[in-house]
């Protein structure tokens, strides 16, 4: 029996084994607060790549100290973080993976910055947040030239892919949600211009065959949030800019007001399946899909054409191995080396 889930696709020029995705996700553990990955970082995403993940997202990667949402965070402001990436993404490789990195800036979600940016002054909900200033326009064509930056080194360091972070609240979604972007210059008036602009910058970067990812909050949770009509035309604007596939979340950006996030296996698909159709670009779905049968089916069913794996990932660096297992009946899978432990 074919399992789609266990597939090849080739994403524009990136060939990838199968259609599991490591979701990035923040490990708070850089302890020298200097933005370069280290020991747990490199044996965080090795093993993943040993357990049979066709592509691992590196967690959100920041463009500017400040960007970070904390002090402990991945960044890659300097050329000095090169070779600590490169080391990740080598050893990745060795053991048939692919990988990319998030580039992020936090904006008013940074905690540990005495004062945050962001598109205008509208502090972020809790205790942990301080009240951002609203950059200036030149202020705003300096962070679009940061981003640039960061994909230049990300590049340099060997990455497969690079994904842009326009959900859960950080900057890029900031400018793109009428709740956060109350500007009355250019990128007020469009919301999706900083986004498109900073695609834009960032293309220009990569080599033409890489893909560029960007991941996206499909709707709001908040009282007044944007729902799946915008978060399309955004996507539209960025396909337009260059976007070569889409990872759909939801939320972020506040506490959730009448509208709750479904909080279930497959909550977010559905999404996802509106996006694809959409723009007819491939999609990675995610959220509470660990069951290997409904990630199966998530592919077969043609909802998205990825499915991103997070917690679930977290629990079990061999998610991809134990799925194969699950769902082939097969060995083929399991590193050689592990073989005699089934």
């Known amino acids: 029996m074919s ?3 266990f597939s090849s696709y080739d994403l524009k020029g990136l060939h ?3 259609r599991i995705v490591m979701a990035p996700m923040c490990q708070y553990s850089v302890t020298a607060k200097d933005g370069k990955p280290n020991e747990w970082h490199y044996v965080h995403y090795l093993s993943r790549a040993i357990g ?6 590196m967690e959100m990667t920041d463009i500017d100290p400040d960007g970070r949402i904390t002090d402990f965070d991945l960044g890659l402001w300097s050329d000095e973080h090169i070779p600590a990436f490169a080391k990740i993404i080598d050893g990745v490789h060795a053991h048939n993976g692919k990988i990319g990195i998030q580039i992020a800036h936090a904006g008013r979600k ?3 910055v005495p004062v945050p940016i962001a598109p205008s002054a509208i502090k972020f909900p809790g205790a942990l947040y301080k009240m951002p200033r609203a950059l200036t326009t030149v202020e705003v064509q300096d962070v679009v030239r940061k981003f640039a930056d960061a994909a230049r080194r990300a590049v340099k360091a060997g990455v497969d892919t690079i994904e842009l972070h326009g ?3 950080y900057l890029i979604h900031q400018f793109q949600s009428p709740l956060t972007n109350k500007r009355d210059d250019v ?7 900083f986004g498109v602009e900073v695609i834009q910058a960032v293309k220009k970067e990569m080599p033409a065959d890489m893909p560029l990812i960007f991941r996206i909050s499909a709707v709001e949770y908040v009282d007044g949030g944007y729902d799946i009509e915008h978060a399309i035309e955004l996507s539209k604007a960025y396909q337009a800019a260059g976007v070569d596939a889409f990872h759909v979340s939801t939320g972020g950006e506040g506490p959730a007001g009448k509208r709750k996030p479904g909080n279930y296996p497959g909550y977010q698909v559905p999404f996802a399946y509106q996006i694809r159709e959409a723009v007819n670009l491939p999609v990675i779905a995610v959220g509470m899909l660990e069951d290997p049968s409904l ?3 998530v592919i077969s069913r043609q909802e998205a054409d990825f499915v991103a794996i997070g917690r679930g990932m977290l629990r079990d660096p061999y998610w991809a191995t134990h799925a194969a297992i699950t769902l ?3 060995l083929n899978n399991i590193p050689k080396q592990y073989r005699d432990a089934y």
């Open 3 to 5: 399992h789609k889930l």
């Open 16 to 18: 990838l084994k199968n």
């Open 52 to 57: 049979g993940t066709g592509l691992i997202i």
């Open 110 to 112: 940074t905690e540990d």
């Open 167 to 169: 959900a859960h609240g």
């Open 187 to 193: 990128y007020g008036q469009d919301l999706a211009r």
């Open 295 to 297: 990630t199966e089916s």
């Open 328 to 330: 082939l009946k097969e």
